[in-house]
């Protein structure tokens, strides 16, 4: 009796520990790969951690394009509420103290897991709790949440990490991402 009961213990161990959401380490070095939408058009990107400290570095690069290195402040990192969205410039583009690229400030995050609710870029969001397809990097799923603005237009998936919420996916900005690798 104690060798079932022991191997239903395991066996319940193993399927709670198999059903958990990857949550990926981000940290200096970081290499996140996917594409991104512009134009009708799909690109291969990449971004690279370089620094995690002030200023916050951030390498892209994207093929047919180029790349670069965008530099946030702790103090966007922080308490940013807006997100650069532009067509990037080669070479090092230094963001404002309420621009993010890539990624929501931490303050942002907190808020949109305190109330169910973020505004960002002036733009209303809500977070959508019925995804019925999970999203998968690297092969494993992702600890994340899905918003979508007020108007149903813009959506965008965040990684569950609140030092580094990442943008992972976008859709109905001028330039979408779909990120599908991290390492």
Known sequence: ????????????LFVTVYAQKNLPE???GTIIGGSAYTQ???????????SLKDPFS???S???????????SNKA?????????????LGVTK???????GLISRAAYKTFIDTKTLTYSGVKFKIKTSDSKPMKI?????????????????????????????????TGLPIDIAMTEIK
């Open 1 to 12: 009796m104690k060798k079932i009961f022991l191997t239903l213990l395991s066996l319940s």
């Open 26 to 28: 981000i940290k200096a």
């Open 40 to 50: 009708g058009q799909e690109l291969p990107l990449v971004l690279t951690l370089k």
């Open 58 to 60: 951030m390498e892209w």
């Open 62 to 72: 994207v093929n047919g394009y180029g790349d670069g290195t965008f530099e946030m």
């Open 77 to 89: 990192l922080e308490s940013g509420t807006q997100m650069y969205a532009q067509t990037p410039n």
């Open 95 to 101: 963001l404002a103290d309420t621009e993010t690229f």
């Open 138 to 170: 690297s092969g494993k799923e992702i600890d994340l949440s899905h918003l979508v603005s007020e108007d149903g237009k813009i959506e965008l998936w965040v990684l569950n990490n609140p030092q580094f919420p990442l943008l992972l996916q976008s």
